[in-house]
């Protein structure tokens, strides 16, 4: 594919997480038959995990263009959290952070348990991880799975940034949003914009309150069996290491000292 598919996706690349396997994408919708099939075709793509609300996917209809190539719809809802965090017309870094960190602890109780048991069961073919955007429910959740792969912070905050480009060059789009909103098209793209200072500023505040993502998983009750699977189908197994050289025999020297007189000689 010559362009980037539906919005906002791609495939991270990051250290430590299994290449190949890991898809992530806003609007499910606005996959086009032909990019659904090329993404089946070319990806193996098997399952996506589908992070709405029943209104969304109400509003705004199922992935029919996925569903029509085979790949199997998991509805795992994230939803329930505050968002008056996020309603200024021009959210901040410490205003957005705050949001993000709401997905993770305050969505509707069993959110988090059943979104884990389902990627446990998909996680060992090629699947996707979508919301609306892409980029705060799926930005928290890819984080959550790059971490649990042992990538490093920077790049787990420069992968949740990589998707503004397309985001904002497809806002036209999501124009019912700010229209309903009652934004202007400026206001609402600074919605849109995504930095790595709130991502990283994120994953530190987890550290500081849970110790490690794992253990805040663990605390909103995710199976602890779940966690094992999603990261050891998930992280790149360790290279091979390097063969030891083999020693090369020393060539052996002309005669020395004062032993037999070489044959031929008085």
């Known amino acids: 594919m010559s362009t980037a598919p539906g919005i906002n996706y791609r495939m991270p690349r990051v250290t430590g997480l299994r290449p190949g396997i890991l898809h992530r994408s806003g609007d499910l919708t606005a996959f086009t038959a032909d990019e659904a099939g090329a993404l089946v075709a070319e990806h193996g793509l098997a399952s996506v995990l589908d992070l709405r609300s029943d209104s969304e996917v ?35 870094i410490a205003d957005r952070t705050r949001y993000l960190h709401g997905i993770l602890t305050e969505a509707t109780p ?46 787990i905050a420069a992968d949740y940034a990589a998707g503004m480009t397309d985001l904002v060059a497809k806002a036209d789009r999501f124009r019912d949003k700010w229209l309903r ?43 602890a069996d779940d966690l094992a699977q999603v990261r050891g189908l998930l992280t ?6 390097a063969p030891t050289p083999t020693p090369t025999p020393a060539r052996p020297g002309p005669p020395t000292g004062t032993g037999d007189v070489p044959e031929g000689r008085p």
């Open 58 to 92: 109400e509003r705004y209809g199922p992935p029919s263009g996925l569903l029509a190539h085979g790949v199997r719809w998991l509805r795992t809802p994230l939803t329930g959290y505050p968002r008056d965090t996020i309603a200024a017309r021009r959210p901040g």
């Open 110 to 155: 069993g959110s988090w348990p059943l979104l884990f048991r389902e990627l446990a069961g998909a996680a060992d073919r090629p699947f996707l991880l979508s919301c609306h955007f892409g980029k705060d429910r799926t930005g928290v959740v890819v984080a959550a799975v790059l971490a649990l792969t042992g990538a490093p912070p920077h790049e």
């Open 181 to 223: 909103r009652g934004h202007t098209r400026e206001e609402y793209l600074s919605r849109l914009r995504t930095s790595p200072v709130t991502m990283a500023r994120w994953l530190t505040e987890v550290m500081d309150r849970h110790n490690s993502i794992n253990d805040a998983l663990l605390a909103l009750k995710v199976a």
């Open 236 to 241: 790149a197994p360790a290279p091979a290491p």
